[in-house]
């Protein structure tokens, strides 16, 4: 069975080719006009994907060595995400699927980022608990069986990654912030300021990063930096990025390790765009393995939007008989149900 996966939630024009599950090709374009804006511009993503698809779909394929005639399904994204993006990709995956008399399915792109680490090798057994963190999202899933999972918590105000992008505005270092927070951060010393741990009340799975996001701010203010970025050493900025990584670092493992304790399971997974973060993959791989936890994350293509996920995703449903309407609708603020 080759499924086409199409995903276009936010700024990544992305199509991937599926056979039996196992990726064949999985082809990723960014946008990178969003950069000078500090932030997704939702208008400028749609135009872009609307220009990208086509093109970004027949090199999948391509790559796949496969023609569009030997698809037995097509599987997209529809929600949550930018209204605007997702209904380029979903649409288009709607038209393939009818031209072809094949079968469509929309996917919730969260259980994309859920069910990225099965596309390696090593995989976990259920059940187990998931990290999830993105630009949007940061919440942990208990997985029981296949599409049978639960939230056990999910942010309240900003979610990781928007975090990582608000405090990397402040420092003056651009957009996306993760990636370049993460590069400065290894020069650094994660304990020479001492930002703030929001664990929220005993026993809370939630996560809130709004106060470690203002308590820079107030750092870079109290010291005549807010406005003055350029002033700010190499040294000093290591120093501010790593101890505002850590911070972050040490709630997301924290949370995650509790509820894999009190969930009793022996396997946990880390996903979404924030996992590819170097602090922690390499601080919850060494605390998994001090509690004898085995973890799983997917590959770094793998972390960040992508086809291959939603094309998964899209297979285990057809599998199982699931497909979708053709009058199926993005939906902004998808839940993860």
Same mark, same amino acid.
């Given at each position: 069975m080759f499924v086409l996966g199409i995903e276009t939630s936010c700024d990544e024009t992305s199509a991937a080719v599926l056979e039996d599950g196992v990726v064949k090709s999985n082809v990723? @374009?960014?946008q990178f006009v969003h950069a000078k804006y500090g932030g997704v511009v939702p208008e400028l993503a749609s135009r872009a994907h609307?220009?990208?698809i086509v093109e970004v779909v027949e090199e999948a394929l391509q790559r796949a060595g496969i023609s569009k005639?030997?698809?037995s399904g097509v599987a997209a994204t529809q929600g949550p995400g930018l209204v605007g993006a997702l209904l380029v990709g979903l649409n288009f995956a709607k038209a393939l699927a009818y031209g072809l008399n094949i079968p469509f399915v929309g996917v919730n792109h969260m259980e994309g980022h859920l069910y990225s680490v099965f596309l390696e090798e090593r995989v976990?057994?259920?059940p187990f608990v998931s990290l999830?963190?993105?630009?949007?999202?940061?919440?942990?899933?208990?997985? @029981?069986?296949?599409?049978q999972h639960s939230i056990l918590g999910q942010t309240r105000d900003d979610a990781s990654g928007e975090a990582f992008d608000k405090v990397a505005k402040m420092l003056g270092l651009g957009y996306p912030g993760g990636p370049v927070i993460d590069k400065r951060a290894v020069h650094g010393n994660p304990s020479a300021i001492q930002f703030p741990r929001t664990f929220l009340e005993e026993g809370s799975?939630?996560?809130s990063f709004s106060g470690v996001k203002t308590a820079v701010l107030y750092y870079l203010k109290n010291n005549g930096?807010?406005?003055n970025t350029s002033s700010i050493s190499p040294?000093?900025?290591?120093?501010i990025c790593a101890s505002f990584q850590d911070a972050v670092v040490d709630v997301l493992v924290g949370k995650t390790l509790f509820a894999a304790d009190e969930m009793k399971v022996h396997d946990v997974a880390l996903a979404g765009g924030v996992s590819a973060n170097s602090r922690l993959r390499k601080r919850m791989t060494a605390e998994c393995e001090k509690k004898g936890y085995r973890l799983f994350y997917p590959k770094l293509e793998y972390c960040m939007d992508n086809g291959a996920m939603i094309g998964y995703v899209g297979w285990m449903k057809l599998l199982r008989g699931t497909t979708s309407p053709y009058e199926l609708s993005a939906v902004a603020n998808l839940e993860l149900a």
């Open positions: 990723i @374009s960014s609307q220009r990208m005639s030997q698809l976990p057994s259920y999830i963190v993105s630009g949007g999202h940061s919440m942990l899933v208990h997985v @029981s069986e296949p599409f799975y939630d996560f930096l807010l406005h040294e000093l900025m290591a120093d």
